[in-house]
C-alpha cells in the first residue's frame, strides 16, 4: 500500500476476464468525458502496466474494428450498439430548475460486454467518468472470471463535501495536518495535490464541495469579492473536469462586514439589491457555481433572528439573489440556543432544529435546501436521526453526516464510521410505506424533499489525507454508502480494504478491525446514547460533566439515583417530534432501541435491561469490554507487522497505542463516576478505582 494512493493503489492485476484494454474508443465530450477518458488511460495503466490507445468512436458499424472499450454516453450507444436504456429514468423527469439539483438519471452509467468489446456509458458526462471509476474499481478488485455486466444510478443527487479550512490553515475539527487549501492568510496549495484529491472523491462519486468554514471568519467573508474571487475560480477550475461543483461558505452578516450597510435585515431593499448585485459578481467568476452553504443564528453567527425575521426570510433572500444563475442557498439547520442556563429543566436544546423549522415547512424557496445534522445534537457517537426526516414534506434537504472523527476518535482511534451510517440510513421514519432514510433519499421527488447527503470531510495535508491511514475507509465508505445506501457496512469495507491492501490476509485483518472499531469506540464512550462526556472544547477523552454546568444545553443530570433527560410526554416532549409509531416506541422504555434508551429517558441505575442486567451493570459491563476489545485489536495490528510497509504500519501502532490509553482512561473515569455516584459495586468484582 501507499499511504497517499488510497483506494486507487498502483497494482498489477490479472485481467482473467481477458478484457480488450489495450485499445479504447472515446465518443467525442465536453470537458468532463475527456477526463474520463483521461482516467480509463490512467487506471489501467496503473493497474495493468497497458497504456491503451485512444481512438475514436465512428458512427455507423465498428464490428469490423480490433475490439476495444467503448466510452460514451447512452445515446450515442442507442444508435452505435442499438442498446436501450429504457430501464433508466428518462431525462424527461428532470424538473428540477437549479443547477444543484440533478435527476438520480444524472450520474448513472452501465458497463456491458458486447461481442468482445467492452461498453462504458453514462447518461450524461458525469455518470461516463463513474463508469469509468467503477470499472476501474471492478478491475482492481481482481476477481476471476467473466467481468460482470454493471448498471448503476446514484441514489443521492447530492453528494457534498464540506472542508472547515479557515484560510489561516487551520482546518477546524481537522486532525491531518493543515488545510489542503490555505496557509498563512492566503490560498495556498499543490495544484497536483488538489487534482489528485479531485480525481479521489469523484471516484467515490462526490459531485459538491465547498472549501472552506461555515463559520465565516473576517478574511473568508472577503471571498465573495474581487480580492478572492479570482482564487476561488481557479479551485472551481481544478474541480470542474471531476463533476464537482464548488459551494461557496457566506456570512448573513456580509451585506455589513462586507457591503458596510448599516443592516442586514433580509426585507430591506438595500440588503436585497446588495446581495443580488454581489451574486451576479460570484457568478462573473464562477458561473456554474452550485450556491451558498449559511449557519446563520448558529454559535454566535449572525442571521435573521436578529431582526425578527424568520429562518426562511434569511434563505430566501440569498436564494433569490441565486435564480438568475441557477445557484442554490444550503442553509443549515444547526439553530439552538447556546447560552442556555443548566439550572433551567424547561429548555431541550434537541428540540430546537424541529422547533425552529418545522413551521416554515413550504416556506421556503424552490431553491432552498435545508442541511440537518442526522442527529438533533452534534455528531455524537450516538444519537437518534432526527425528527425533521420524513416530518419536511414541502422542503428540499440534505442531512448532514461527519466524517471527520470530531466526537469519535480525532483520528487517534480507529473508528470506522460507515457501521453508524448504516442504521441512519436504515432508520424508519414511519411516515407511511417505504419511509426509510434511504427510500426517502431514492424516493420520487415529488413526495420526497431529500435529495442527499453533505458531510463534514477528514481531509488534510497529512501525507496520507487523514492522519490515520484507516481513516480513509470513512471518506470512501462515505461516497459509496450516500451512492448505494443498500450496501452494508461490512462489503464497504472489504471493498475498501482488498482496494488499498490488495485482496489477501493482510486486507482481511483490516476488515476485520474496521467493523470492530465502531462497536468497540461506543461501549467505552457516553452510554446509550447518553451523548457530551467528551472532554469541553477538544472533544477528545472523557470529562463526564465536563459540559454538565455549562450553556451548550447538553446535560446528563446523573445522581445518585438516576441519569437522563426525560424527553417523552411527562419530561420535554421531545418524542413528539416524532411520527406517533416512533413516538410511541421511543417514549416506552421496554421497547426504545437501548442504544439510545439514555437519549430519551431518565432511568434509576437499576432499570433492568434487556439482557436482564441494570442499567449500571451495562455501564460496568460496556466500558470493561470497550477497553479488551481495543486491547484486542491492538495485539491484531501487530500481527500484520511483517506484511506491511513500515510506514503503513508504524504509524497506526502508534495510534492504537494511543487508543488504548484513551479507552483505559474511558473504562475507568466512566466506571468510577458511577461508581462514586452509586455506591453499587461491579458485580464481577472488577477493578473501579475510588
Ligand atoms: C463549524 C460543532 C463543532 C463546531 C462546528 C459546529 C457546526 O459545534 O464543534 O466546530 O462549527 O458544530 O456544525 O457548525
Known amino acids: 500500500m501507499n499511504i497517499y494512493n488510497c483506494w486507487l493503489q498502483e497494482r498489477i492485476v490479472k485481467n482473467t476476464a481477458g478484457l480488450p484494454l489495450e485499445k479504447v474508443y472515446a465518443e467525442k465530450g465536453g470537458l468532463i468525458a475527456k477526463q474520463a477518458v483521461e482516467e480509463y488511460r490512467r487506471g489501467v495503466k496503473r493497474l495493468t502496466g497497458i497504456t491503451p490507445a485512444v481512438l475514436p468512436v465512428k ?11 467503448f466510452l460514451g454516453t447512452y445515446k450515442g450507444f442507442e444508435k452505435i450498439f442499438q442498446i436501450t436504456t429504457n430501464s433508466f429514468a428518462d431525462s424527461s423527469a428532470d424538473n428540477f430548475t437549479d443547477s444543484s439539483a440533478v435527476s438520480s438519471a444524472e450520474g448513472g452509467f452501465y458497463i456491458k460486454n458486447k461481442d ?7 447518461y450524461d458526462d458525469c455518470g461516463l467518468l463513474y463508469g469509468v471509476f467503477r470499472f476501474l474499481m471492478q478491475l482492481a478488485l481482481d476477481r476471476d472470471g467473466p467481468f460482470p455486466d454493471i448498471q448503476e444510478e446514484p441514489a443521492s443527487p447530492l453528494r457534498i463535501i464540506n472542508h472547515w479550512d479557515s484560510i ?3 482546518v477546524g475539527r481537522g486532525y491531518a495536518g493543515r488545510s489542503l487549501f490555505f496557509e498563512n492568510n492566503r490560498f495556498d496549495y499543490n495544484k497536483e495535490r488538489i487534482t489528485d484529491y479531485a480525481r479521489l472523491l469523484a471516484s467515490v462519486g462526490i459531485n459538491r464541495i465547498s472549501i472552506s468554514n461555515v463559520n465565516v471568519n473576517n478574511a473568508e467573508k472577503l471571498f465573495i469579492t474581487k480580492q478572492y474571487l479570482g482564487e476561488l475560480a481557479k479551485i472551481a477550475a481544478i474541480f470542474r473536469p471531476f463533476g464537482i461543483k464548488l459551494i461557496l461558505s457566506v456570512s448573513f452578516a456580509a451585506p455589513m462586514s462586507v457591503g458596510k450597510l448599516p443592516t442586514a435585515d433580509p426585507f430591506n431593499p438595500s440588503v436585497i439589491t446588495w446581495w443580488k448585485e454581489q451574486t451576479d459578481l460570484v457568478y462573473s467568476y464562477i458561473p456554474d457555481l452550485a450556491g451558498f452553504i449559511v449557519k446563520a443564528d448558529s454559535e454566535g453567527e449572525p442571521g435573521p433572528f436578529q431582526y425578527n425575521r424568520t429562518q426562511a426570510d434569511g434563505a430566501n433572500v440569498l436564494a433569490r439573489a441565486l435564480v438568475p444563475h441557477n445557484g442554490t442557498v444550503f442553509w443549515r439547520c444547526f439553530v439552538y440556543n447556546c447560552q442556555q442556563d443548566w439550572r433551567d429543566h424547561s429548555q431541550d436544546r434537541a428540540r430546537a432544529a424541529y422547533d425552529h423549522f ?4 413550504g416556506s421556503f424557496d424552490d431553491n432552498v435546501i435545508l442541511q440537518i445534522k442526522f442527529g438533533p445534537y452534534d455528531f455524537q457517537v450516538r444519537e437518534p436521526v432526527a425528527p ?7 422542503t428540499r434537504h440534505i442531512m448532514e453526516l461527519q466524517i471527520t472523527q470530531e466526537y469519535t476518535g480525532h483520528q487517534i482511534d480507529l473508528c470506522y464510521l460507515p457501521w453508524i451510517w448504516q442504521d441512519i440510513i436504515k432508520f424508519d421514519t414511519a411516515y407511511g410505506p417505504d419511509s426509510r432514510i434511504m427510500d426517502l433519499v ?6 420526497s424533499k431529500l435529495e442527499g447527503f453533505a458531510s463534514v470531510v477528514n481531509t488534510g495535508r497529512d501525507r496520507n489525507w487523514t492522519g490515520h491511514t484507516l481513516a480513509q475507509a470513512n471518506l470512501f465508505g462515505y461516497g459509496r454508502i450516500i451512492w448505494n445506501p443498500a450496501l452494508n457496512a461490512e462489503e464497504i469495507a ?3 480494504s482488498d482496494l488499498s491492501f490488495g485482496p489477501g490476509p493482510a486486507a482481511d ?12 469506540f461506543e461501549k467505552y464512550n457516553a452510554p446509550f446514547g447518553i451523548c457530551f462526556m467528551v472532554t469541553p472544547g477538544l472533544h477528545y477523552g472523557p470529562n463526564i460533566e465536563g459540559y454538565e454546568f455549562d450553556r451548550w444545553g447538553t446535560y446528563h443530570r446523573a445522581d445518585a439515583h438516576a441519569i437522563g433527560i426525560d424527553r417523552t410526554p411527562s419530561g420535554t416532549d421531545y418524542t413528539d417530534q416524532y411520527a406517533p409509531q416512533n413516538a410511541a416506541v421511543f417514549a416506552d422504555p421496554a421497547r426504545c432501541p437501548e442504544n439510545v434508551i439514555l437519549f430519551f429517558h431518565r432511568l434509576r441505575y437499576d432499570f433492568i435491561m434487556k439482557n436482564g442486567q441494570t442499567l449500571l451493570q451495562n455501564i460496568y459491563d460496556t466500558h470493561f469490554e470497550g477497553y479488551d476489545e481495543v486491547e484486542a485489536m491492538l495485539e491484531k495490528w501487530k500481527s500484520l507487522k511483517s506484511s506491511l510497509k513500515e510506514e503503513v504500519y508504524k504509524p497506526v501502532l502508534a495510534r492504537f497505542e494511543r487508543q488504548l490509553k484513551n479507552a483505559r482512561e474511558w473504562r475507568d473515569q466512566v466506571n468510577t463516576y458511577f461508581w462514586r455516584k452509586t455506591g453499587i459495586p461491579d458485580k464481577r468484582g472488577r477493578m473501579i478505582y475510588d
Do not use: E, H
Request: hydrophobic content about 40%.
Open 388 to 394: 425533521l426526516f420524513g416530518a419536511l414534506k414541502k
Open 442 to 447: 431514492c424516493g420520487n421527488k415529488d413526495t
Open 509 to 520: 485483518t483490516v476488515t476485520d478491525l474496521l467493523l470492530r472499531s465502531y462497536p468497540a
Open 116 to 122: 468482445g468489446n467492452l461498453l462504458i456509458a453514462g
Open 358 to 361: 418545522m413551521p416554515l415547512d
Open 494 to 496: 472489504r471493498q475498501w
Open 59 to 69: 458512427a455507423g458499424n465498428n464490428s469490423k474494428i480490433a475490439p476495444g472499450v
Open 168 to 170: 489561516t490553515g487551520l
